[in-house]
């Protein structure tokens, strides 16, 4: 015989389904006065499809805000949405040094980068460590992504699909830097997925070594003296892939996901790939885009909060004086 919840029962009920996300509000609204207040500027760094805000958008969605709420000075970087790490590196320099110029406080940053943005840092770092304080990648496929070996074999150059492949990701990219007021050069396609193979990231590696682990899935050194300069190094990465069924994003890399094989990754980066220097953790139960809190903070229901996240690393950061 069916039973008739009291009205105190359903609410009960709905108390207990609701607990998870009302514990994450609850975690993530806090903005202690100077609690990511750290002594260098924060700069984020994005990936491929990089922009600041689109349509009212944020690509760092709420994360920007959240750490200033603590009293953090945070930039977002204008850099091409497709291009190789190297030009777009310079073109992050150019905006460091602009910066400089503008506030003559500012003496370096801390350089927080999502995804292709951990090696568009480390190639900074390496080539002007005197802007750098800290680097850390967030889901960096510091040793190559297999979906970039799948694309540059099927759209493979100099082929009517590899000109085709060419025009529409130039055009779409270079869309997304008009749109979104990045006033950069016209970016590279091929230039991005060819740095992201196996062949592509060894050699990237081999130009940039520092920070990197000496061995497989090992943990890279948490600082690195470059130029006189040191410089602490962190990372953090997921290895979950359809993580929220609301989300569309989940359903591209719950399919690019099956590359892996049986590998732990992201959707687009693996469990291993994305370690650098101090690796906080490896394995946030995140995919590629709920690692900055995307789509519009959808996740699972269980994961931490992102927001959480990035304000307790900077203020990890500005207990370490950075």
Request: hydrophobic share 40%.
């Amino acid at each position: 015989m069916l039973r008739v919840l009291s009205v105190r029962q359903l609410l009960l009920c709905c108390a207990l389904m609701l607990s998870p996300f009302m514990a994450s509000a609850m975690s993530s609204s806090g903005n202690t006065s100077g609690y990511t207040q750290t002594r260098h500027p924060i700069m984020l760094v994005q990936g491929i499809l990089a922009f600041d805000n689109i349509a009212g958008i944020d690509y760092w969605y709420k994360i920007g805000t959240k750490l200033q709420q603590g009293g953090a000075k945070v930039y977002v970087a204008h850099i091409n949405a497709f291009n190789n790490s190297i030009d777009r590196g310079e073109q992050l320099i150019h905006e460091m040094e602009t910066l400089q110029a503008m506030n003559p406080g500012i003496e370096k940053f801390n350089l927080i980068a999502h995804s292709q943005g951990g090696l568009t840092a480390r190639y900074v770092m390496s080539v002007r460590p005197d802007l750098v304080a800290s680097v850390t990648t967030v889901g960096s496929p510091h040793q190559g992504a297999p979906i970039a070996d799948l694309v540059n074999g099927v759209f493979a150059d100099d082929t009517l699909l590899g000109n085709l492949f060419e025009v529409v990701g130039n055009t779409a990219g270079n869309l997304i830097d008009l749109l979104s007021g990045d006033d950069v050069p016209a970016g590279d396609v091929r230039s991005l997925t060819t740095e992201f193979t196996s062949a592509g990231a060894a050699a990237f590696n081999q130009n940039f070594p520092a920070g990197l682990p000496q061995t497989h899935c090992g943990e890279g050194p948490q600082q690195v003296n470059i130029g006189g300069h040191n410089i602490r190094l962190y990372s953090w990465g997921g290895d979950a892939n359809l993580t929220n069924i609301l989300d569309p994003l989940d359903y591209l890399f719950a399919t690019t996901g099956l590359l892996f094989g049986r590998e732990g990754n992201d959707g687009i980066t693996g469990r291993c790939s994305n370690h650098f220097g101090k690796v906080l953790r490896d394995n946030y139960p995140l995919n590629h885009a709920d690692l900055i809190n995307q789509v519009l903070g959808l996740r699972g229901l269980t994961a931490t909060d992102p927001l959480s996240i990035y304000r307790s690393h900077a203020n990890r950061l500005k207990n370490a004086g950075l």
